[in-house]
């Protein structure tokens, strides 16, 4: 009703100005889009209906979004899967020469084979360079290297190493929450590969850090590393950590 009323008044008076010659061109323009962005306005309120279909279409776009998002994290998988296979096939071949990794500590001196890997050298510089960040126990810088690694290079040999430090450093630098969910990145994007009991057992550490009401969740954690990685030198620490916990 109002806007109906504004409508009515508004275009008497735009006759009355533009009559009496008082009103130039501009302010009749000006006063006719004022009277047309009332209607606009009015109709909206006054029309449920379409208020509805613009929700509607809201809704749609978000959910075209969100098929785009579901798409990419598909790509980043098969990226994974890609890479985990790799990295077996680059180890395998460096055990055979006597370099299999010893300890999650001494795999930080992993020596770097490019033919045996198949990757580029502008991978190992870039992969070596957050490493050394890592030893340095710079663990901003660290962090920042690992995840710039990963986002370039997702399918390297080098994925799941590169993932396990950047969950290290966040570990190191007291940021336990982050830990918990990178540690379990490592093992659910590599669950066969030679970090992914050491990353299981972290996460345990980690939550451990974050106190006693974590300590449940911790308990299941190394159960599940005595399950998934029995032969595992975690296991044995796994075992340790839950004498400790008791039964709860």
């Known amino acids: ?17 533009f009559v009496s010659g008082c009103a130039t061109q501009g302010d009749f323009r000006k006063l006719e889009e004022r009277v047309m962005e009332d209607t ?16 509607s279409a809201r809704m749609d776009t978000l959910r075209q979004e969100q098929s785009k998002l ?12 890609r890479a985990l296979k790799e990295a077996r096939a680059a180890r395998s071949q460096l055990a055979s020469r006597g370099l299999e990794e010893a300890s999650p500590e ?9 033919d045996a890997a198949g990757v580029s050298s502008e991978e190992l510089v870039a992969y070596q360079r957050a490493l050394d960040a890592w030893r340095g126990d710079d663990h901003k810088l660290c962090i920042d290297r690992f995840r710039k690694f990963l986002q370039i290079y ?5 994925a799941d190493d590169g993932a396990y430090w950047l969950a290290d450093c966040h570990f190191k630098q007291g940021d336990y929450r982050v830990a918990v969910l990178r540690f379990n990145d490592v093992v659910r994007v590599y669950p066969a590969g030679n970090k992914a009991a050491d990353a299981l057992y972290r996460q345990g ?5 974050l106190g006693p009401g974590f300590h449940d ?7 599940q590393v005595l399950t998934d990685y029995p032969d595992s030198a975690r296991a044995k620490e796994a075992q340790k950590q839950l004498s400790a916990l008791g039964t709860g």
Request: hydrophobic share 40%; net charge positive; aromatic share 6%.
């Open 1 to 17: 009703m109002w806007g109906d009323l504004f409508r009515i008044s508004s275009a008497g008076l735009l006759m009355l100005l």
């Open 40 to 55: 606009r306005r009015s109709q909206n309120r006054s029309n449920p209906s379409k208020q509805l279909a613009q929700l």
């Open 70 to 81: 579901v798409g990419r994290l598909d790509v980043a998988e098969k990226k994974a899967d």
């Open 106 to 114: 001494e795999s930080a001196e992993e020596a770097f084979a490019p």
């Open 154 to 158: 997702p399918a390297s040999s080098h």
């Open 205 to 209: 550490e980690s939550l451990l850090k």
């Open 217 to 223: 969740a911790a308990r299941t954690v190394f159960e």
